[in-house]
């Protein structure tokens, strides 16, 4: 039977676990996101009444300008609401999105479209790494890291598998894709949000000495320095 001692750290192991596999997910569902405008790229262009695929070339500027302001939005909006929260949003939001492309009868709407997946992408990315920066900190985040890369390839390759036997159907295929978004959404209502580093300019001065929090690297921050995410 085991000890006292030895439950507390089960228990914290379970929510690290919990919190990695939920980067894993969330950032495979982002994989998704990406490769499924690939995978269909001649279908949007029948759906919107374009010659070709390459004649749609102005849905990847917007999703690389969507990218962009993403990654502000996200930064902006992690200084201010629970980690949890901004994560639910733009993975809903995204999910809602993505599902909403078949519905696009011209390339502006297809534009607007990929631009507010491209946004919500991106600030699903931001997010979901700097979760894992705050719950892994020092030399530990980076397997984690390194599985969350991996997790965007896996999902890439997986992807065309998933969604042959739907290829005559634009929607099927993107409904598909936006359901990616449910095992990132599962995990995140398991985890428990990571906490918060404290901010230096909040420190007392003589706090910060040589990369470190008092007394130098490794060592713990203050007694409520940092604050807990819901």
Known sequence: ??????????????????????????????????????????????????????????????????????????????????????????????????????????????????????????????????????AFPGASVGPVMSAAAASFGVSSALLPLLLRPFAASLRAQYTLSSGCAIPALLLLALSTAPTRPPRLSALPRGVVEAGGLEGGPGRPPPAGAAAELG
């Open 1 to 134: 039977m085991p000890s006292r001692a030895t439950r507390p750290s089960a228990e914290a192991d379970r929510r690290q676990s919990i919190r990695a596999w939920t980067c894993y997910a969330a950032i495979g569902y982002v994989a998704v996101t990406v490769t499924v405008v690939g995978l269909t790229l001649d279908q949007l262009a029948q759906l919107v009444g374009v010659r070709g695929g390459v004649e749609l070339r102005q849905i990847f500027l917007g999703r690389g300008v969507g990218a962009v302001v993403g990654t502000l939005v996200s930064g902006w909006m992690l200084d201010r609401f629970p980690v949890k929260r901004v994560v639910t949003l733009f993975s809903v939001s995204s999910a809602l999105f993505l599902a909403a492309v078949p519905a696009a009868r011209t390339v502006p709407a297809l534009v607007c479209l990929f631009f507010a997946v491209g946004l919500s992408g991106s600030a699903l990315v931001v997010c979901a790494t700097t979760s894992a920066c705050w």
